[in-house]
Nanobody, 117 residues
């Protein structure tokens, strides 16, 4: 199993920055491959915005490109999301997600990000 705990959410004005962190623990942490962030805006489905693999490959969606940066520490089993130039439409609950090499999928409880205009 993998347990995920997110932190770092909060209220920020448009144009500001926040850094989210997700810490993974449990018996399967050594086989985590993908770590990702999925925001869920009010009334909408979760949307994948950034991923990173154990080998270090990263990818992010066009909506956050050049604004958000995902980073990972395999030794600490953590993944961060640095969010700059935040917009009101970035508001939502941000969920950390991991997928192991065995294709097991885990979610955190989420952390609220609110961007005021």
């Amino acid at each position: 199993q993998v347990q995920l705990v997110e932190s770092g959410g909060g209220l920020v004005q448009a144009g500001g920055s926040l850094r989210l962190s997700c810490a993974a623990s449990g018996s399967f942490v050594s086989i985590i491959n993908v770590m990702a962030w999925y925001p869920q805006a009010p009334g909408k489905q979760r949307e994948l915005v950034a991923t990173t693999t154990r080998s270090g490959r990263t990818d992010d969606s066009d909506s956050v490109k050049r604004r958000f940066t995902i980073s990972r520490d395999n030794a600490k089993n953590t993944v961060d999301l640095q969010m700059n130039s935040l917009k009101p439409e970035d508001t939502g609950v941000y969920y950390c997600n991991t997928v192991t090499f065995a294709k097991q999928n885990y979610w955190g409880q989420g952390t609220q990000v609110t961007v005021s205009s």
